[in-house]
């Protein structure tokens, strides 16, 4: 595709890395956004030659309409939303930062989606395989934007992808070496509307993959089970709870790896540093990406016993007068926060609430069980979640206004051998920039907690 000028929209950090990938190859762009409360001289301290964007700031002009080769959409963007039929209309390709990222892309790529444990697997699969080529960049919503790393790959290169439904919806021509699906539960349906949409996005990670290539996929989940059936890919399952005639799976304790030719011991689940059995299915995973990446059995189990949590997800932050603190600010929606519960082994204290995704939170209420001693609900969704939990007979509910109200209520309640666990079961709109965001506060507000 020819790329001389490219609208870039959104000014966040996507939108940020995929206009400076632009301009290191010396194309102009056109940087949007509808938001005009960002200002032009905060947007242009981003670049070191702001003589190659040009900042639009509320609404799009019929000359760059004109002009634009391409638009390249942050994630965060609906693709339904007004300027973007607009600019379909003007007959424009519309691009992810990931189809972009791609475009400079030269070495091969092991792509991560699912709704939950996307993180954890992507950083675990990246530190297996640095461990056996060392010329590997971990991308995407990991954290580091795709597009500012892309640039740096070689024929030798492996790039280790997070990728989330959001990117894959203006994914056109990427194309992964090995992909996976981690599992499927609805989310984000204020944006895919159905969780079938949802579905068929998540899987369209594979769309571009041949018979040559290989899709990793969670045999215990229904959904992700099924879709082995509509892909050109090679499946590779992995199984937590089955046996399985090929593929990735649990027996007495020891995880298998399986294929026509051998079954191979690859490690004991007694020697990973990672609590739950929710993490257990991300090995799995990890082990079956990996491994058909090319990576030995021997180094991956190395890399994969000596990891540790990633930050967010059942991070254990301190404890204080013999009350343990846990950040899983991670758990964004109920079925990650259901794993948070069920990775507590004591009474615990729970900090639930945020930005209402249209999400429904029966069954996260339903997995408290007898661990969940109070929940502690703060945000928009407090009402919500609250009136769920009486319905389901859990009473035992305080309302905060601040996340710091929810730790220091928390701290004057708790008793020695409790937990706290904050595991939202929501986004973090509104009270906070991102989860990362809400994680590093409630992190800060505990370590100010006085013994």
Same mark, same amino acid.
């Given at each position: 595709?020819?790329?001389?000028?490219?609208?870039?929209?959104?000014?966040?950090?996507?939108?940020?890395?995929?206009?400076?990938?632009?301009?290191?190859?010396?194309?102009?762009?056109?940087?949007?956004?509808?938001?005009?409360?960002?200002?032009?001289?905060?947007?242009?301290?981003?670049?070191?030659?702001?003589?190659?964007?040009?900042?639009?700031?509320?609404?799009?002009?019929?000359?760059?309409?004109?002009?634009?080769?391409?638009?390249?959409?942050?994630?965060?963007?609906?693709?339904?939303?007004?300027?973007?039929?607009?600019?379909?209309?003007?007959?424009?390709?519309?691009?992810?930062?990931?189809?972009?990222?791609?475009?400079?892309?030269?070495?091969?790529?092991?792509?991560?989606?699912?709704?939950?444990?996307?993180?954890?697997?992507?950083?675990?699969?990246?530190?297996?395989?640095?461990?056996?080529?060392?010329?590997?960049?971990?991308?995407?919503?990991?954290?580091?934007?795709?597009?500012?790393?892309?640039?740096?790959?070689?024929?030798?290169?492996?790039?280790?992808?997070?990728?989330?439904?959001?990117?894959?919806?203006?994914?056109?021509?990427?194309?992964?070496?090995?992909?996976?699906?981690?599992?499927?539960?609805?989310?984000?349906?204020?944006?895919?509307?159905?969780?079938?949409?949802?579905?068929?996005?998540?899987?369209?990670?594979?769309?571009?993959?041949?018979?040559?290539?290989?899709?990793?996929?969670?045999?215990?989940?229904?959904?992700?089970?099924?879709?082995?059936?509509?892909?050109?890919?090679?499946?590779?399952?992995?199984?937590?709870?089955?046996?399985?005639?090929?593929?990735?799976?649990?027996?007495?304790?020891?995880?298998?790896?399986?294929?026509?030719?051998?079954?191979?011991?690859?490690?004991?689940?007694?020697?990973?540093?990672?609590?739950?059995?929710?993490?257990?299915?991300?090995?799995?995973?990890?082990?079956?990406?990996?491994?058909?990446?090319?990576?030995?059995?021997?180094?991956?189990?190395?890399?994969?016993?000596?990891?540790?949590?990633?930050?967010?997800?059942? #991070?254990? &932050?301190?404890?204080?007068?013999?009350? /343990?603190?846990? $950040? %899983?600010?991670?758990?964004?929606? *109920?079925?990650? =926060?259901?794993?948070?519960?069920?990775?507590?082994?004591?009474?615990?204290?729970l900090i639930g609430g945020g930005y209402d995704k249209g999400s429904a939170f029966d069954e996260w209420i339903e997995a408290f069980g007898d661990k969940v001693k109070?929940?502690?609900?703060?945000?928009?969704?407090?009402?919500?979640?609250?009136?769920?939990?009486?319905?389901?007979?859990?009473?035992?509910?305080?309302?905060?206004?601040?996340?710091? #109200?929810? &730790?220091?209520?928390?701290?004057?309640? /708790?008793?020695? $051998? %409790?937990?706290?666990?904050?595991? *939202?079961?929501? =986004?973090?709109?509104?009270?906070?920039?991102?989860?990362?965001?809400?994680?590093?506060?409630?992190?800060?507000?505990?370590?100010?907690?006085?013994?």
């Open positions: 595709m020819e790329m001389k000028q490219v609208l870039v929209a959104g000014t966040g950090k996507s939108g940020i890395s995929a206009a400076k990938l632009l301009i290191r190859h010396q194309i102009q762009v056109y940087l949007f956004d509808e938001n005009t409360d960002r200002t032009l001289e905060d947007i242009l301290k981003n670049f070191s030659d702001p003589g190659m964007v040009t900042v639009v700031l509320g609404k799009l002009t019929e000359e760059i309409l004109e002009k634009a080769d391409l638009m390249v959409i942050s994630p965060g963007i609906p693709v339904d939303a007004p300027f973007v039929e607009t600019v379909r209309q003007h007959g424009i390709a519309i691009w992810s930062e990931i189809e972009l990222a791609y475009y400079y892309e030269k070495g091969r790529i092991a792509a991560i989606t699912g709704t939950n444990g996307k993180t954890t697997t992507t950083a675990l699969v990246g530190e297996i395989i640095k461990a056996w080529n060392p010329d590997t960049y971990v991308v995407g919503n990991i954290g580091i934007p795709y597009t500012e790393l892309c640039d740096s790959t070689n024929e030798n290169s492996i790039t280790v992808a997070e990728i989330s439904s959001f990117q894959l919806e203006t994914a056109v021509h990427f194309h992964p070496q090995v992909s996976a699906v981690l599992n499927l539960t609805p989310d984000h349906l204020n944006r895919h509307y159905t969780f079938e949409n949802y579905g068929n996005v998540k899987l369209s990670i594979s769309k571009n993959q041949t018979k040559d290539d290989v899709i990793v996929l969670n045999y215990d989940d229904v959904h992700t089970r099924e879709m082995g059936n509509r892909v050109q890919a090679k499946t590779v399952y992995f199984s937590r709870l089955e046996k399985l005639e090929q593929g990735v799976y649990v027996e007495n304790g020891t995880v298998i790896l399986k294929n026509r030719q051998t079954e191979q011991k690859v490690l004991d689940i007694k020697d990973l540093k990672l609590l739950g059995s929710h993490n257990v299915e991300n090995v799995l995973a990890a082990v079956g990406i990996a491994y058909y990446m090319g990576v030995p059995v021997d180094v991956i189990r190395e890399a994969a016993t000596a990891f540790q949590a990633v930050e967010h997800r059942i #991070e254990y &932050v301190k404890t204080v007068r013999g009350v /343990a603190y846990y $950040n %899983d600010s991670k758990g964004t929606n *109920p079925d990650a =926060a259901i794993k948070g519960i069920q990775a507590m082994n004591t009474r615990t204290f109070c929940l502690v609900l703060i945000g928009q969704t407090a009402g919500l979640i609250a009136e769920t939990a009486r319905r389901h007979g859990f009473t035992d509910i305080v309302m905060k206004d601040s996340l710091k #109200e929810a &730790v220091e209520y928390c701290y004057e309640h /708790a008793s020695a $051998n %409790d937990a706290v666990l904050l595991s *939202p079961a929501c =986004a973090s709109w509104g009270m906070f920039d991102n989860y990362e965001q809400r994680g590093r506060m409630f992190k800060e507000y505990v370590h100010n907690l006085k013994e």
